[in-house]
Protein backbone atom coordinates (compact mmCIF):
# COMPACT_ATOMS: atom_id res chain seq x y z
CA UNK A 1 0.00 0.00 0.00
CA UNK A 2 1.14 3.34 -0.95
CA UNK A 3 -0.44 7.06 -0.43
CA UNK A 4 1.32 9.66 -2.14
CA UNK A 5 0.81 13.25 -1.06
CA UNK A 6 1.80 16.03 -3.35
CA UNK A 7 0.66 19.88 -3.65
CA UNK A 8 2.59 21.79 -1.05
CA UNK A 9 4.62 24.99 -1.47
CA UNK A 10 5.44 27.95 -0.49
CA UNK A 11 2.11 30.95 -0.55
CA UNK A 12 1.10 33.57 0.88
CA UNK A 13 -1.06 33.98 3.83
CA UNK A 14 -4.59 34.38 1.49
CA UNK A 15 -4.05 32.26 -1.34
CA UNK A 16 -5.05 28.70 -2.34
CA UNK A 17 -3.31 24.94 -2.71
CA UNK A 18 -4.46 21.92 -3.59
CA UNK A 19 -3.34 18.91 -1.73
CA UNK A 20 -3.65 15.64 -3.38
CA UNK A 21 -2.76 11.83 -2.42
CA UNK A 22 -2.74 8.78 -4.84
CA UNK A 23 -3.82 5.94 -3.45
CA UNK A 24 -2.19 2.54 -4.63
CA UNK A 25 -2.71 -1.09 -3.25
CA UNK A 26 -5.52 -0.88 -1.28
CA UNK A 27 -9.35 -1.08 -2.31
CA UNK A 28 -9.33 2.77 -2.69
CA UNK A 29 -13.39 3.35 -2.54
CA UNK A 30 -13.75 1.21 0.73
CA UNK A 31 -11.43 3.51 2.65
CA UNK A 32 -12.45 6.50 4.84
CA UNK A 33 -9.51 9.14 3.45
CA UNK A 34 -8.41 11.97 6.44
CA UNK A 35 -5.95 15.05 6.15
CA UNK A 36 -3.82 15.55 9.07
CA UNK A 37 -1.10 18.55 9.65
CA UNK A 38 1.95 18.29 12.15
CA UNK A 39 3.66 21.63 13.21
CA UNK A 40 7.38 20.27 14.72
CA UNK A 41 7.64 19.63 18.07
CA UNK A 42 3.54 19.43 17.88
CA UNK A 43 1.75 16.75 18.01
CA UNK A 44 -0.24 15.46 14.95
CA UNK A 45 -3.76 16.88 14.51
CA UNK A 46 -6.71 15.92 12.58
CA UNK A 47 -8.35 18.18 9.80
CA UNK A 48 -10.64 16.87 7.08
CA UNK A 49 -12.16 13.47 6.33
CA UNK A 50 -14.43 11.62 3.51
CA UNK A 51 -16.55 8.31 3.41
CA UNK A 52 -15.75 5.67 1.02
CA UNK A 53 -18.13 6.93 -1.06
CA UNK A 54 -17.81 10.70 -0.46
CA UNK A 55 -21.18 11.21 0.43
CA UNK A 56 -20.07 12.31 4.37
CA UNK A 57 -17.31 14.43 4.99
CA UNK A 58 -15.95 16.28 8.94
CA UNK A 59 -13.88 19.02 8.98
CA UNK A 60 -12.37 20.44 12.51
CA UNK A 61 -13.46 23.88 13.11
CA UNK A 62 -9.93 25.22 12.73
CA UNK A 63 -10.39 24.58 8.51
CA UNK A 64 -13.93 24.61 8.47
CA UNK A 65 -15.03 27.17 5.52
CA UNK A 66 -11.76 27.30 3.84
CA UNK A 67 -10.78 23.62 3.08
CA UNK A 68 -12.72 21.38 1.10
CA UNK A 69 -11.88 17.68 0.79
CA UNK A 70 -13.44 15.60 -2.07
CA UNK A 71 -12.05 12.32 -3.46
CA UNK A 72 -12.06 10.52 -7.08
CA UNK A 73 -12.57 6.83 -6.43
CA UNK A 74 -11.91 6.15 -10.84
CA UNK A 75 -8.83 7.65 -9.52
CA UNK A 76 -8.13 6.39 -6.81
CA UNK A 77 -6.96 9.78 -5.39
CA UNK A 78 -8.29 12.24 -2.58
CA UNK A 79 -7.87 16.24 -2.49
CA UNK A 80 -8.27 18.93 -0.33
CA UNK A 81 -8.65 22.14 -1.49
CA UNK A 82 -7.12 24.88 1.15
CA UNK A 83 -8.09 28.45 0.60
CA UNK A 84 -7.55 31.38 2.40
CA UNK A 85 -4.68 29.91 3.99
CA UNK A 86 -3.39 31.51 6.46
CA UNK A 87 0.49 31.46 8.22
CA UNK A 88 -1.12 29.31 10.92
CA UNK A 89 -1.73 26.82 8.67
CA UNK A 90 2.09 26.06 8.29
CA UNK A 91 2.82 22.35 8.23
CA UNK A 92 3.47 19.16 6.62
CA UNK A 93 0.65 17.87 5.77
CA UNK A 94 -0.45 13.86 5.85
CA UNK A 95 -3.17 11.56 4.03
CA UNK A 96 -4.25 8.45 5.38
CA UNK A 97 -6.83 5.77 5.22
CA UNK A 98 -8.67 4.19 7.68
CA UNK A 99 -11.64 2.10 8.14
CA UNK A 100 -14.55 4.31 10.15
CA UNK A 101 -15.67 7.77 10.22
CA UNK A 102 -15.58 7.14 14.00
CA UNK A 103 -12.07 6.49 14.36
CA UNK A 104 -10.58 8.60 11.96
CA UNK A 105 -9.64 11.43 14.08
CA UNK A 106 -7.52 8.79 16.12
CA UNK A 107 -4.09 8.90 15.00
CA UNK A 108 -3.09 5.70 16.01
CA UNK A 109 -6.31 4.16 14.39
CA UNK A 110 -6.10 5.01 10.78
CA UNK A 111 -4.29 1.83 8.88
CA UNK A 112 -1.91 3.71 6.22
CA UNK A 113 0.06 7.10 6.13
CA UNK A 114 1.29 9.44 3.31
CA UNK A 115 4.81 10.46 3.73
CA UNK A 116 3.58 13.92 4.11
CA UNK A 117 3.77 17.25 2.24
CA UNK A 118 5.00 20.46 3.37
CA UNK A 119 3.05 23.84 3.22
CA UNK A 120 4.68 26.91 3.95
CA UNK A 121 2.36 30.25 4.38
CA UNK A 122 4.06 33.67 4.53
CA UNK A 123 2.76 36.43 6.26
Known amino acids: VQLQASGGGLVQAGDSLRLSCAAS????????MGWFRQVPGKEREFIVA????????SYADSVKGRFTISRDNDKNTVYMQMNSLKPEDTAVYYC?????????????????WGQGTLVTVSS
Open 50 to 57: ITGSGGST
Open 25 to 32: GLSFSTYV
Open 96 to 112: AAGHSMATIRIIQAQNY
